[in-house]
Nanobody
Framework: QVQLVESGGGLAQLGGSLRLSCAAS????????MGWYRQAPGKQRELVAT???????DYADFVTGRFTISRDNAKNTVYLQMNSLKPEDTAVYYC????????????????WGQGTQVTVSS
């Protein structure tokens, strides 16, 4: 079994900061990409940021310069530092990991966390 557990969501004010964490655990052989999506009420889930095992990162235009993704590969953990928060950043944030499990190292699949609520008030 593989689990992704997120933490760090909550309430922030306009211009404030929050830091999300997501730890993957279980029978993990290797992780390639890890990252974050978000889904606001009535909207589709959208990519926020992603990080590869090689260290490259990619951001959605709407968070560039405000959010920073980082990883601790030894801990199978990904972080999202969110600064200069806006009310439109209010959403449920989901962590994902593209990984291979022990016993089937040739096959990769996406795993998701349960989501953590981020609410930004004006």
């Amino acid at each position: 079994q593989v689990q992704l557990v997120e933490s760090g969501g909550g309430l922030a004010q306009l211009g404030g900061s929050l830091r999300l964490s997501c730890a993957a655990s279980g029978s993990i052989f290797s992780i390639s990409a890890m990252g974050w999506y978000r889904q606001a009420p009535g909207k589709q889930r959208e990519l926020v940021a992603t990080s590869t095992s090689g260290g490259s990162t990619d951001y959605a235009d709407f968070v560039t310069g405000r959010f920073t993704i980082s990883r601790d590969n030894a801990k199978n953990t990904v972080y999202l530092q969110m600064n200069s928060l806006k009310p439109e950043d209010t959403a449920v944030y989901y962590c994902y990991a593209n990984l291979a499990k022990y016993g089937s190292s040739w096959y990769r699949d996406d795993y998701w966390g349960q989501g953590t609520q981020v609410t930004v008030s004006s």
